[in-house]
């Protein structure tokens, strides 16, 4: 088994930063992706980047390209989302995931969730 840990979210203005963290233990998945989603109310869940150390690929959805940057500490098994120029639409529960390859839906492929940090940006 695996645990995800997701740590960071918060309140901030728009056009702010915030910073997410997400920490997984159990088995090591050597191949998996490390992956970052978001659901926003009544809206489905939605991939937003991802990490690959085995394949050195990072991964971004359209609409966070330029503001978002995904980084990670292989050793520490840990993850991080930069998260700048924020914007309302940016408001969502961010989930932390491990996806095994191949890499082509991260949504429907992931097999491993955090519960989730809640992100709120005000305008």
């Known amino acids: 088994q695996v645990q995800l840990v997701e740590s960071g979210g918060g309140v901030v203005q728009a056009g702010g930063s915030l910073r997410l963290s997400c920490v997984a233990s159990?088995?090591?998945?050597?191949?998996?992706?490390m992956g970052w989603f978001r659901q926003a109310p009544g809206k489905e869940r939605e991939f937003v980047a991802a990490?690959?150390?085995?394949?050195?690929?990072?991964y971004y959805a359209r609409s966070v390209k330029g503001r978002f940057t995904i980084s990670g500490d292989e050793a520490r098994r840990t993850v991080f989302l930069e998260m700048n120029s924020l914007g309302v639409e940016d408001s969502a529960v961010y989930y932390c995931?491990?996806?095994?390859?191949?890499?082509?839906?991260?949504?429907?492929?992931?097999?491993?969730w955090g519960k989730g940090t809640l992100v709120t940006v005000s305008s």
């Open positions: 995931a491990a996806v095994p390859p191949p890499y082509g839906d991260f949504v429907n492929g992931a097999d491993y």
């Open positions: 159990g088995q090591t998945l050597s191949r998996h992706a």
């Open positions: 990490l690959s150390w085995s394949v050195h690929s990072t």
